[in-house]
């Protein structure tokens, strides 16, 4: 084969796989940046440094003390939250833009009043990022949380104080939240 | 060439001949052939030396060369195959390294992606403000995995309380039997 044959294979090889990496690492970061140009959209950022912090605050509260041990091994959350969706807002289509060779479907709430869908991006055996997305008549949010992530710790912190479906909306202290944008 | 009888002595002056190296060919030939049949009554240095050796080989050229010239000659020289088993492990070993490539280069940005999601602007000053809020939706995601999950835990209970019967009808079967 000539060689000018194989460099043209190579170079329509690597265009190709640059184009759909390239797509797949743009889906996340403008997922969050799109919804946070939208007033009708509130966001709550906490860094890694943030999270760094939490190890000074005192506690004698037991549910607080596994709270920070929890989230002593992460190291980011971001929370994207609205109760007026934008018209022909979909969903299914919103979820649709997480790359799917990276996130997989961790499970799914499909009730008459909320569709709720957790998805994970693992590596080295490990959970690096739980998305979630919230979905109902009267709001959607979505969450990431990223850092070494222990799925069974998380399921134990609400037995006792379960905050159900789009409440979460009503508790969030509204003078608290700014937008990021 | 015919092959007549011959006699000892006809024989013996063959091989002299032979060894003063003033035999035709065909004297050759003959001698070979009754080395051959065993029938020449000479020394044995003669019939070993004529059994051994061969004719030599003439050189000659292979049928590669006669289509190769002949194309050559007519302008339609052998057309070799597009891809050869060595191109295609070529290619192969350069998609490998491309891959390879593509793919930490592709981990390496969603990983500094996710720094820089990380390192963003914090929305709250105050730690004690950020744990609260990290607390509210902590609760909140747990609280829905909970909920998705509240199926399996019935089906699970279901089986518990299903072994649990079976195991006390097991003990009063057995009761029964020993009375």
Known sequence: MKTTQLKSILIFTFTVMSISFAQAQDAISKYFSDYAANTDFTSITVSSKMFSLFSNIDTEDPQNKELLQAMSKLNGLKIITTEKLPKGFDLSKAIHRIPKGIFEELMSIDSPTEKVKFLIREQTGRVRELLMFVGSDSGLMIMSITGDIDLKEISKLSKSMNIGGMNYLENLDKDQKKSTK | ?179
């Open chain 2, 1 to 179: 060439m015919n092959i007549t009888p011959m006699d000892a002595s006809e024989i013996k002056k063959l091989e002299d001949k032979f060894w003063q190296g003033k035999t035709s060919l065909e004297e050759e030939k003959l001698l070979k052939s009754l080395a051959q049949d065993g029938n020449g009554n000479f020394s044995q240095e003669l019939k070993t030396y004529l059994l051994n050796t061969t004719e030599e080989k003439k050189p000659s050229l292979d049928k590669d060369f006669d289509s190769f010239i002949l194309g050559k000659v007519e302008g339609k020289a052998k057309v070799r195959p597009m891809f050869t088993r060595y191109d295609f492990a070529r290619i192969a070993a350069a998609i490998a390294v491309i891959v390879s490539l593509a793919y930490f280069s592709y981990t390496t940005l969603i990983e500094r992606d996710i720094e820089r999601q990380t390192l963003a602007k914090d929305t709250f000053d105050d730690p004690e403000k950020a744990f609260e809020e990290t607390r509210k939706a902590l609760m909140f995601a747990a609280g829905m995995m909970n909920k998705g999950l509240e199926p399996a835990t019935e089906l699970s209970k279901f089986h518990e309380t299903e072994l649990a019967i079976q195991s006390a009808d097991d003990i009063l079967e057995n009761d029964t039997i020993k009375q």
